[in-house]
């Protein structure tokens, strides 16, 4: 595990990630018509990864906090289909709201080898983005991209909620250009 | 893409020894207030030995602070409690000032006082939220509190921000006196906030306190006797909910507290539902306070020194000082030993929290798994504070 | 053993507080509880001085409020100390924590793994020789 | 016309009707679920996706579901682990087919429709005990031991005080049972019927586990109960399942208690068991998105010295009205 590559669980997942629906998807090109059938599957499929996308409850330092008011009354996640969801299976988003430190990093390595394919990271605030004013202490982590892949940087310390909301907005645009289902 | 060369602590399954569930409430999980992870050992339901272990978010602050100048390190401690970075601020300036015998304008302490009680309110209030969602679940009544309790944070939020342009670092506090001044429309603002969230406070007791499920959930839960307190040195409304009236707002006053001596809300029975019972009463007693303080808002300067050109310049004698807070999880006191340079030589933070949660193996054996998650909730640990 | 003076927390060019020979430690202690009624345990915190560690324990009595800080001086390698773990039982974690962050050993402390690192972390970050910028991942 | 469609043909048409209308009704109680609470906790819930008020946003859980990689534990007991999800939907589907549309016109018509629909709404225990326990996960089993707790409990009183209705219209046949009340509806019995109809709801709230008693699936305590490990497909049939259980009940509570498709003419039958039952869901939401959630011993403490004893005392009442009148 400690070597980057994806641990097997269940049955064996292909190394690069890509969800089994691309292995569907190269038969149904070869039927006629079926490209065109694929194009369009492809954007229903990408709306719907987009429009119910499903964060971990996972929050580490100050930016929980912000990701709570994020996700309360006034500036309501719920409004894009975004809500919490306890277990790393069931989410599809990882937030890293907080500063990393080495005995949290292989905990946060673990939580993203057990989410589900396909799944996107956001790395919320300057502390998960490069470990902001603790970067060169001894117990930090600079950065979450040493540990894990990350989609989305969010910047700020910590960022408002309208900064989260823009982020997963951005990760929403991500989304629809991805190519092939599951990349 | 380089992972660390740390291996994941051993997770010690140990089954076999004790015959009982070994549960592991692990770093990530919904109601460990951070990245808490609670070692449980099980007997069905009932819990038999419960080991917290820390150290999920130590940023090393201590040694970061052996780093930085005097007038650079405020902000770096605003980031320890994050739910009320005001007073951790005012702490470590409190104890600079002691130390290097730096003055403060009256209107700079009474300004003070004013962003700590507000944010006391606004740190109380999540707490009473994250209770909510302890005892209600994220599926079920505890959300509903939840959201209510951030709607009045909000209106506290917005005021900070117009203040001082961020929603809770407010850097507020410097060594010698404080950044932003309250003007008029300011101060009108406060008091209406307060009158609002004061209205607001009966439609979150009926959800809480005053609700049978809640009382049924919280009473006799986590019992903390007036000895295990002292010995274990719990601080706050934990320690006052188990018969020790000690606030340092009124035990040893500092800033604009000397004039303005809050009551000390206390409770004998110690257990979730006391300490709930005073976290909400000090809304009440913080509402007074801020009241006041608003209104009686003494003219001046707010800033007794210089402007400062180089942060790096300040110094201060050698000795050691200790002063204390009261923070809304109970005393934070800062002990700086200065060396004469620029630099602090060595600083402690005595955080409350930290101390809080020792009493977790003490309390939580005996009940049922749903008392850990309950007498956790009462006593309001943030992690940042724990770990520093 | 001397009546302790009771000294009120506050700054002063002298360290706060009253030093004890180590060996006297937990009888102070004991002492300081029981007869003066410092029950109340506030802090431990370790200080590195050139001749070695100042180990300080804060104590409080409540009616009239006063707080205690009780030092011990220990020499610089192999330091070891008395743990307070059970004269007051808050002493237990601050202790664990200055055995992680300093390497004091505590004689007697119930449980004396350490608390913030993960537990194979090879170093002792607070001390002066620790450098600053070590790599986080392991010290080399 | 029934005549030109025999029997195989006329079930399989009707019950594929059946089955189309509950599950877009079960989809679209998600949406309303989440709109019910969102305007509880004055926020505005689902809106951007589908504009106007996320109309599509059961939609898009759902595809977005299919989609997604479904994890099999390798620790996991395979096949327990792969029948759970269907244990559970299916029981819970099966249930609104003996749920009487019309006058004397249900898909299973059957003299004893009550008992079958009792017995097969008891059979989403096994589903959730088997993926509690083969999923190899400790909150899963807690999980899991707690609902056979529950469920074992809560079973009893339930059936006491479905019993009542049974007991006034004289037959266990749902279409009988709502016949019966064209003249006044069961609740609406002064005071036998009101207490049947709470005892009925407390218990129809521990078994789709709703809080106050949602103890199985305590999502503080178990993350997220028995469905931890599943992702994907799996966990959107246990999301179904479960909503369809809950609707399940709640569709018999409308014609046990409220007179199925008996209502003022101006909207069809089958309409009135819809709305009926929507509303029942609704205030089953309203009580679960304003309450804490009990321990698990109070609950299972209140089940026995109080339901039960009521549960007894009322049919006790209901017979001797019945034996009187």
Not at chain 2, 290 to 307: C, D, H, M, N, Y
Not at chain 4, 143 to 153: E, F, H
């Amino acid at each position: 595990m400690a070597d980057g590559s994806l641990p097997v669980v269940g049955q064996p997942m292909p190394a690069d990630g890509r969800g089994r629906l691309d292995d569907l998807a190269e038969e149904v090109v070869r039927f006629p018509g079926g490209g065109i059938a694929l194009v369009r599957s492809d954007v229903l499929f990408h709306w719907a990864q987009k429009s119910s996308l499903w964060p971990l409850t996972f929050g580490l330092a100050c930016c929980a906090i912000e990701m709570m008011a994020t996700f309360a009354g006034r500036f309501d996640a719920d409004r894009f289909g975004v809500i919490l969801r306890p277990t790393p299976r069931q989410a599809d988003v990882l937030v890293i709201a907080g500063t990393v430190t080495i005995k949290m990093a292989p905990r946060i390595r673990t939580l993203y080898d057990q989410m589900a394919q396909p799944k996107w990271v956001i790395s919320m605030g300057s502390c998960a983005n490069s470990g902001d004013h603790y970067r060169n202490v001894y117990s930090v982590v600079p950065g979450v991209d040493h540990v894990i892949p990350v989609d989305i940087y969010v910047a700020g310390c910590p960022p408002t909620p309208e900064a989260l909301l823009e982020g997963v907005f951005a990760l929403q645009r991500k989304i629809m250009e991805a190519g092939r289902v599951g990349a | 893409m380089g992972v660390p060369a740390v291996s994941a602590a051993p997770i010690e399954v140990v089954e076999r020894e004790f015959g009982e569930l070994a549960l592991n409430m692990g770093p990530q999980h919904p109601s460990t207030h951070g990245v808490l992870r609670l070692v449980l050992h099980l007997s069905g339901e009932t819990v038999v030995k419960a080991m917290p272990v820390i150290g999920y978010l130590h940023r090393g602050v201590e040694k970061l602070s052996e780093h930085l100048a005097y007038d650079q390190l405020a902000p770096v401690y605003e980031r320890d409690d994050y739910l009320s970075p005001t007073s951790n601020s005012n702490a470590y300036v409190l104890a600079v000032e002691k130390l290097g015998g730096i003055e403060v304008p009256r209107r700079a302490q009474w300004v003070r006082a004013l962003a700590c009680e507000w944010q006391r309110i606004a740190s109380h209030l999540v707490w009473l939220g994250t209770l909510g969602l302890d005892l209600g679940g994220a599926l079920g009544g505890g959300t509903t509190l939840y959201m209510y309790c951030f709607r009045e944070r909000e209106k506290i939020l917005d005021w900070l921000e117009a203040l001082t342009g961020t929603r809770f670092h407010t850097n507020v506090n410097m060594v010698g006196g404080v950044r932003y001044d309250p003007d008029a429309a300011s101060r009108a603002e406060s008091t209406a906030m307060a009158s609002e969230i004061e209205a607001a406070l009966p439609e979150l007791w009926s959800m809480s306190g005053g609700n049978p499920i809640f009382q049924e959930r919280t009473r006799g839960v986590g019992v903390i006797s007036k000895d295990l307190a002292l010995g274990v040195g719990v601080t706050g409304p934990t320690l006052r909910a188990s018969g020790v009236a000690y606030d340092v707002r009124a035990a040893s006053p500092y800033d604009a507290y000397r004039e303005l001596p809050p009551k000390v809300v206390t409770r004998t029975a110690g257990d979730a539902e006391a300490r709930f019972q005073v976290r909400f009463e000090e809304i009440g007693v913080s509402l007074a306070l801020v009241r006041t303080i608003t209104e009686g808002l003494p003219a001046g300067p707010i800033f007794s020194r210089k402007p400062i050109k180089n942060p790096k310049a300040t110094k201060l004698p050698a000795g050691e000082a200790y002063a204390a807070v009261e923070s809304p999880r109970g005393e934070l006191g800062f002990h700086i030993v200065s060396d004469g340079g620029p630099k602090p030589y060595r600083l402690k933070i005595n955080a409350p929290s930290f101390k809080n949660l020792q009493v977790i193996p003490h309390v939580v054996p005996g009940g049922l798994l749903a008392d850990v998650v309950a007498t956790l909730g009462s006593l309001d640990p943030v992690m940042g504070d724990v770990d520093r | 053993m001397s009546a302790p003076d009771l000294t009120r927390f506050g700054a002063s060019p002298a360290p706060i507080g009253i030093a004890i020979a180590p060996g006297v430690l937990l009888e102070a202690l004991r002492h300081v509880r029981d007869a003066h009624g410092y029950r109340y345990y506030v802090l431990a915190t370790a200080i590195e001085r050139e001749t070695g560690f100042e180990i300080v324990h804060a104590v409080r009595r409540h009616d009239p409020e006063d707080t205690l800080f009780v030092r011990v001086h220990v020499g610089k390698d192999a330091p070891e100390v008395d743990s307070a773990a059970f004269v007051y039982a808050g002493a237990e974690w601050h202790e664990r924590e200055i055995f992680d962050l300093f390497g004091v050993r505590f004689r007697g402390h119930p449980d004396p793994r350490r608390i913030l690192m993960p537990d194979e972390y090879p170093g002792h970050p607070l001390r002066k020789d620790f450098a600053m910028d070590t790599p986080w991942g392991y010290r080399p | 016309m029934t005549a030109l469609l025999s029997g195989w043909t006329w079930a399989f048409v009707f019950s594929a009707a059946t089955l189309g209308v509950a599950m877009t009704f079960v989809a679209y109680m998600t949406w309303l679920e989440r709109k019910v609470a969102a305007r509880m906790q004055n926020r505005i819930g689902p809106y951007e996706v589908g504009w106007p008020h996320g109309w599509l946003q059961p939609l898009a859980d759902v595809l977005k579901l299919l989609v997604k990689e479904d994890t099999t534990p390798r620790a996991a007991d395979r096949l327990l682990f792969n029948a759970g999800p269907i244990l559970v939907v299916a029981p819970a589907l099966v249930g609104f087919a003996f749920l009487p549309i019309a006058k004397g016109l249900a898909v299973v018509d059957h003299p004893y429709s009550f008992l079958f629909f009792i017995a097969f709404a008891s059979l989403t225990l096994f589903g959730i005990f088997a993926a509690g326990w083969s999923s190899n996960n400790k909150y899963a089993l807690l999980s899991a031991l707690r609902m056979v707790a529950m469920a074992v409990s809560y079973e009893v009183p339930m059936i006491l005080s479905l019993l009542i209705p049974a007991v006034w219209a004289g037959t266990f046949q749902l279409t009988g049972i709502v016949e019966a009340q064209r003249g006044l509806w069961f609740v609406l019995y002064p005071v036998v019927g009101q207490v049947a109809f709470l005892v009925f709801l407390l218990c129809a709230l521990a078994e789709g586990n709703k809080s106050p008693l949602d103890i199985l699936e305590a999502e503080s305590e178990l993350i997220a109960a028995y469905n931890v490990e599943y992702s994907g497909i799996k966990f959107a049939l246990f999301y179904a399942g479960e909503y369809a259980h809950t609707l399940a009940i709640c569709g018999l509570a409308a014609t046990v208690f409220f007179g199925g498709y008996l209502g003022p003419s101006f909207l069809p039958g089958p309409i009135w068991l819809i709305v009926k039952s929507a509303a029942l869901f609704v205030a089953i939401l309203w009580i679960r998105w304003s309450l804490m959630r009990l321990r698990i011993d109070q609950a299972i403490r209140l089940n026995w010295t109080i339901l039960l004893p009521v549960a007894l005392v009322d049919l006790l009442f209901a017979a001797w009205w019945c034996v009187g009148a």
